[in-house]
T-cell receptor, first 110, second 116 residues
Framework: GQQLNQSPQSMFIQEGEDVSMNCTSSSIFNTWLWYKQDPGEGPVLLIALYKAGELTSNGRLTAQFGITRKDSFLNISASIPSDVGIYFCAGRPNTDKLIFGTGTRLQVFP | ETGVTQSPTHLIKTRGQQVTLRCSSQSGHNTVSWYQQALGQGPQFIFQYYREEENGRGNFPPRFSGLQFPNYSSELNVNALELDDSALYLC???????????????FGPGTRLTVL
């Protein structure tokens, strides 16, 4: 099935460092979403973006909806151990489905 | 906690069997979407239900079917199970308005299906 290109595939960082990940698509989306998934759990919504160019923050997280509507990025500032997990971007082309990225696995070392 | 619940949490079946997975949507939501997540992959859209009817379908064969009930809860049925059906099955609820716009989808914890 279709999946968005998400990079990097994995990151190993030290506590306190900033993190940046991005997602690209060959198609235009009306909505971009970022989710975090812990092992054995469902994805948890972090940030939702609804307009091209939109920049939205949620605590230490900041995400942007690309102007071309084909990309988005997520930044995490001052990482902490509980940031560990898999981060997925998801684009919504219409009302019925989300198309997910391949995921970025984040590991934070103390 | 999203308020979306799924049962069972784990299930083991053998090839050729049939399985039914259940999902209760978040209060105030009228739409349920189902996703399949293979190990190491992102979730893949199976289908969505709104007003008890299928409202969009991904690239899955007809042996994947579903139901939505008047209380907006939903079932996913898979017939003639294959080994590749082993995955985490996620449901997500959202609110679709009559104007066609929809709020964000919130996911349940998933059902881990293993096919032997």
């Amino acid at each position: 099935g279709q999946q968005l290109n998400q990079s990097p595939q994995s990151m190993f960082i030290q506590e306190g460092e900033d993190v940046s990940m991005n997602c690209t698509s060959s198609s235009i989306f009306n909505t971009w979403l970022w989710y975090k998934q812990d092992p054995g759990e469902g994805p948890v919504l972090l940030i939702a973006l609804y307009k091209a160019g939109e920049l939205t923050s949620n605590g230490r997280l900041t995400a942007q909806f690309g102007i071309t509507r084909k990309d988005s990025f997520l930044n995490i500032s001052a990482s902490i151990p509980s940031d560990v997990g898999i981060y997925f971007c998801a684009g919504r082309p219409n009302t019925d489905k989300l198309i997910f990225g391949t995921g970025t696995r984040l590991q934070v070392f103390p | 906690e999203t308020g979306v619940t799924q049962s069972p949490t784990h299930l083991i079946k053998t090839r050729g069997q049939q399985v039914t997975l259940r999902c209760s949507s978040q209060s105030g939501h009228n739409t349920v979407s189902w996703y399949q997540q293979a190990l190491g992959q992102g979730p893949q859209f199976i289908f969505q239900y709104y007003r008890e009817e299928e409202n969009g379908r991904g690239n899955f064969p007809p042996r994947f079917s579903g139901l939505q009930f008047p209380n907006y809860s939903s079932e996913l049925n898979v017939n003639a199970l294959e080994l590749d059906d082993s995955a985490l099955y996620l449901c997500a609820s959202s609110r679709l308005t009559s104007g066609g716009s929809t709020d964000t989808q919130y996911f349940g914890p998933g059902t881990r299906l293993t096919v032997l």
